[in-house]
């Protein structure tokens, strides 16, 4: 088992920065892909960012391309999400994902195993 637990969310004017951070704990941490997803008030779940356990190859949605960063700490059992240039659309519940069967980061929920309980954004306009 893992235990994901985010932190770092909370309320921000558009334009600033947040930067996320979701604890691994239990099993191995360095060998598994890791991911962020997001889900919107009354909308489904979606990708944000991956990373694979190498700390290499990271994918980004579209929509936050050029303004998110995702990097991990293996020594310290952390990925972070650095988020810049904040923009009301990003106000969500952001999720960190770990996945038991992939060493890449992935952009399909599925391909994850564990979940964190959440840590939710909002951007002000």
């Known amino acids: 088992q893992v235990q994901l637990v985010e932190s770092g969310g909370g309320l921000v004017q558009a334009g600033g920065s947040l930067r996320l951070s979701c604890a691994a704990s239990g099993r191995t941490f360095s060998s598994r892909g890791m991911g962020w997803f997001r889900q919107a008030p009354g909308k489904e779940r979606v990708f944000v960012a991956a990373i694979s356990w190498f700390g290499n190859r990271p994918t980004y949605a579209d929509s936050v391309e050029g303004r998110f960063t995702i990097s991990r700490d293996n020594a310290k059992n952390t990925v972070y999400l650095q988020m810049n240039s904040l923009k009301p659309e990003d106000t969500a519940a952001y999720y960190c994902?770990?996945?038991?069967?992939?060493?890449?980061?992935?952009?399909?929920?599925?391909?994850?195993?564990?979940w964190g309980q959440g840590t939710q954004v909002t951007v002000s306009s």
């Open positions: 994902a770990a996945s038991s069967r992939y060493t890449s980061g992935t952009v399909r929920q599925q391909d994850y195993d564990y």
